[in-house]
């Protein structure tokens, strides 16, 4: 028998909204409010780098043990209410000392994790792709030299120059 999922409590997304909401007040102290513990002595925040220009929308979530995963996305201020959001991420909201804060070191670190599967994923295909294209060269090298001798032959000497003609010498006149 599954389980039944188990729906994100309403005060979880409510200071995910907090949070969002004091950014765009340029409220620190309401934003560090909203944050775990961990985020604030980590030093990934940063009152100042709240981007600008977008509005936020605090979507669902999905409880993953006792940490809630929600969904928030970015759309440009301007942009029509159908339009496709320029960003989104997962964000962590989890309970600190009977509290729910936002995680957002963890949110982070979550994000990059992902970033750098991906990237060392790529390394790999890229570094699969240069072995084939190496193969293919080397391939298409030999056969463009088949039929010519496996060794060049030695290039003959130049014949030496004649020595040179010697110079009538001039008498001193004493």
Do not use: Y
């Not at 957002?104 to 792709?129: F, I, P």
């Not at 072995?131 to 010519?148: C, P, S, T, V, Y």
């Amino acid at each position: 028998m599954s389980e039944q999922p188990v729906e994100v409590p309403a005060a979880a997304r409510a200071v995910l909204q907090a949070f969002v909401d004091a950014g765009l007040a340029r409220n620190e102290a309401g934003m560090k409010a909203c944050l775990t513990r961990h985020t604030l002595e980590s030093g990934q925040f940063n009152p100042d780098s709240a981007p600008e220009g977008l509005r936020f929308e605090v979507g669902d979530g999905q409880m993953e043990g006792p940490m809630a995963v929600i969904t928030m996305k970015a759309f440009p201020s301007d942009s029509p209410a159908d339009a496709a959001p320029v960003m989104e991420m997962a964000c962590l909201v989890v309970q600190e000392e009977g509290q729910w804060k936002f995680d957002l070191s963890g949110t982070m670190d979550r994000m990059m994790g992902g970033l750098q599967q991906a990237m060392e994923q790529m390394a790999v295909s890229m570094g699969d792709a240069m072995k084939g294209i190496g193969e293919a060269m080397a391939e298409g090298l030999q056969e463009a030299f088949n039929g010519l001798p496996a060794e060049p032959e030695p290039e003959k000497a130049p014949e030496p120059l004649p020595p040179p003609s010697p110079k009538p010498r001039r008498k001193r006149k004493a």
